[in-house]
């Protein structure tokens, strides 16, 4: 790598740089020059408060993780560490508009890390059917749970391809097609949205069976906002998407901020709030004992006593 590229900081120099060259080292932005695949040079005060509360957010999710000792709710802390390193990556980004490093790590990371979000909500689903009982759910706790884990991962696997593809065609000069990587992108989004919207469905058919029970409705609340705010998430980059690279969404910041910056911590503080551990046991309501009226059992703690 050309270290000299990193010692220009004149607007003057970028414009006389090719894409390749600017791509390769730390550049500022250059209304001169060509505009960078972003579109615009993104802002340093979003980038820096996503990425101090999407911090702050792993660090209360490990915390309650470990509190509790449910170890499936990690999946929410490698959702807002993901989150928190993409915004580093376009804080950076304001101070070097046309790394293609920088756009790789924010742009592939970004678009992935809501997979961890759904994970957890998936398995919230799955801890309540086991809890309230299988008869209030069309599929068992454990077909459910694997199905959209392997979808989740399948997500992952699409998006990062493409997100690779998408940015390393984006990043020659002259620009490569970046048609193939984000149709990939879309295709990986599609899935994730489709998952989450089936999600959706038995999460809506679970609660009007077992409106009889005794649910935990603040949880039942939190976990359909953090839902839904995933689910308008994907709307959004599905359509971004689809305009290309130079679309209208795609090249106006403030639209990736709200809605993809802000829902997604939404998505992801409302279980700091409500941690879902302290509303929910995994156990089966029959097979809990009742402690309460420690009267009501024989001096041996084996048999009631007899009335």
Same mark, same amino acid.
């Given at each position: 790598?050309?270290?000299?590229?990193?010692? *220009?900081?004149?607007?003057?120099?970028?414009?006389?740089?090719?894409?390749?060259?600017?791509?390769?080292?730390? %550049?500022?932005?250059?209304?001169?020059?060509?505009?960078?695949?972003?579109?615009?040079?993104?802002?340093?005060?979003?980038?820096?408060? !996503?990425?101090?509360?999407?911090? +702050?957010?792993?660090?209360? #999710?490990?915390?309650?993780?470990?509190?509790?000792?449910?170890?499936?709710?990690s999946a929410f802390a490698l959702g807002a560490l993901g989150e928190a390193i993409g915004w580093a990556g376009r804080a950076g980004a304001h101070h070097?508009? =046309?790394?293609?490093?920088?756009? /790789?790590?924010?742009?592939? @990371?970004?678009?992935?890390?809501?997979?961890?979000? /759904?994970?957890? %909500? =998936?398995?919230? +689903?799955?801890?309540?059917?086991?809890? #309230?009982?299988?008869?209030?759910?069309?599929?068992?706790?454990?077909? =459910?749970?694997?199905?959209? &884990?392997?979808?989740?991962?399948?997500? @992952?696997?699409?998006?990062?391809?493409?997100?690779?593809?998408?940015?390393?065609?984006?990043?020659?000069?002259?620009?490569?097609?970046?048609?193939?990587?984000? #149709?990939?992108? $879309?295709?990986? &989004?599609? &899935?994730?949205?489709?998952?989450?919207?089936? !999600?959706?469905?038995?999460?809506?058919?679970?609660?009007?069976?077992?409106?009889?029970? *005794? +649910?935990?409705?603040?949880?039942?609340?939190?976990?359909?906002?953090?839902?839904?705010? @995933?689910?308008? *998430?994907?709307?959004? *980059?599905?359509?971004?998407?689809?305009?290309?690279?130079?679309?209208?969404?795609?090249? #106006?910041?403030? =639209?990736?901020?709200?809605?993809?910056?802000?829902? $997604?911590?939404?998505?992801?503080?409302?279980?700091? %709030? !409500?941690?879902?551990?302290?509303?929910?046991?995994?156990?089966p309501e029959d097979e809990k004992m009742n402690f309460s009226s420690p009267g009501e059992l024989s001096q041996e703690g084996l048999e009631p006593k007899?009335?």
């Amino acid at each position: 790598m050309n270290m000299e590229l990193f010692k *220009r900081n004149s607007t003057s120099l970028a414009a006389t740089l090719n894409n390749s060259e600017r791509a390769k080292g730390c %550049i500022a932005y250059d209304p001169l020059a060509l505009e960078p695949t972003y579109g615009y040079d993104p802002s340093l005060a979003p980038g820096i408060v !996503f990425t101090v509360v999407f911090f +702050l957010s792993m660090a209360a #999710h490990v915390f309650q993780t470990i509190q509790s000792r449910k170890w499936w709710y990690s999946a929410f802390a490698l959702g807002a560490l993901g989150e928190a390193i993409g915004w580093a990556g376009r804080a950076g980004a304001h101070h070097c508009p =046309y790394s293609k490093t920088l756009f /790789s790590l924010q742009i592939s @990371i970004l678009i992935i890390s809501p997979c961890f979000f /759904s994970a957890g %909500i =998936y398995y919230i +689903l799955g801890q309540m059917i086991n809890q #309230h009982g299988r008869k209030y759910s069309p599929v068992t706790p454990t077909t =459910y749970l694997y199905t959209f &884990i392997s979808f989740d991962v399948l997500s @992952i696997i699409i998006q990062a391809v493409g997100g690779g593809m998408a940015s390393s065609a984006g990043g020659k000069s002259p620009p490569g097609n970046t048609k193939p990587g984000t #149709h990939v992108m $879309m295709a990986g &989004i599609i &899935i994730q949205l489709i998952s989450m919207s089936v !999600f959706g469905m038995l999460w809506l058919i679970f609660l009007w069976r077992a409106r009889s029970e *005794r +649910l935990s409705w603040t949880l039942v609340l939190a976990t359909t906002f953090s839902a839904f705010c @995933i689910i308008v *998430r994907n709307f959004y *980059r599905a359509i971004e998407l689809s305009q290309g690279w130079k679309g209208y969404l795609i090249t #106006h910041e403030v =639209y990736f901020a709200v809605l993809d910056g802000a829902l $997604m911590t939404l998505a992801v503080a409302v279980f700091n %709030i !409500f941690f879902p551990a302290r509303f929910l046991s995994g156990e089966p309501e029959d097979e809990k004992m009742n402690f309460s009226s420690p009267g009501e059992l024989s001096q041996e703690g084996l048999e009631p006593k007899a009335t």
